[in-house]
């Protein structure tokens, strides 16, 4: 990894890796590691993470004004999500434009969600910037079961906490179709580095 000492010292300091202004998506069904590996990208660099669950917290009055994170039913919970997908993008896009390099962590799973980074693809394309997409494969079954597990002694909200709603979550995943992908098996060591190196031509 790419990391530059600013000068000696009792403690270890480095400066970030930097990147130019673009956008990287870290796409795929639930339980793949995604907020994970953005984390993990964005420490070591300059990326924002622009997170859509902060921004469906805010725009759900339910969350917003009780702070109760509960799931709606579904004709009320999906244009809250699709919502809160294009305002995501939205703002990934005004934040590049300004200079910052973004991460944008998602399952983009359904076509309402995938018609909002198309959007902003084409807003990109037009300014030359650039998107980089990419999907997490599925980890062995091991490993999700590690990660199930984990996220039940953390206590984290979701609606996945079993092996088949994660079956059933990812029978609602379809292909991104509109712009290059690349895959990334994030259950392995050098995932992120592996991001990072196939990212080298966006670096200042």
């Not at 590691?33 to 009055?61: C, H, W, Y």
């Not at 807003?123 to 990419?134: E, T």
């Not at 999907?135 to 609606?159: H, T, V, Y």
């Not at 379809?174 to 690349?182: H, L, N, Q, R, S």
């Amino acid at each position: 990894m790419e990391q530059v000492r600013l000068k000696p010292s009792s403690e270890t300091e480095y400066i970030p890796i930097l990147f130019k202004p673009c956008i990287v998506v870290i796409a795929g069904p639930p339980m793949r590691g995604k907020d994970f590996l953005a984390r993990q990208i964005s420490s070591k660099t300059n990326f924002m993470i622009v997170e859509l669950d902060r921004i469906r917290n805010f725009i759900d009055p339910a969350r917003r004004d009780t702070q109760e994170k509960r799931l709606l039913p579904p004709e009320e919970e999906f244009p809250i999500v699709g919502g809160a997908y294009a305002t995501m993008c939205i703002k990934a896009d005004w934040l590049v434009k300004s200079g910052q390099p973004v991460i944008l962590a998602a399952t983009f799973s359904r076509a309402e969600f995938k018609a909002s980074l198309k959007w902003l693809k084409q807003s990109l394309d037009k300014a030359g910037i650039p998107l980089r997409v990419f999907l997490l494969e599925k980890p062995p079954k091991k490993i999700q079961e590690q990660w199930l597990i984990k996220r039940k002694k953390e206590d984290a909200f979701s609606n996945i906490r079993t092996m088949e709603q994660i079956d059933w979550a990812e029978n609602f995943f379809k292909p991104i179709k509109f712009t290059p992908v690349t895959a990334i098996e994030p259950w392995k060591r050098n995932a992120v580095d592996k991001v990072l190196q196939l990212l080298q031509d966006l670096k200042v």
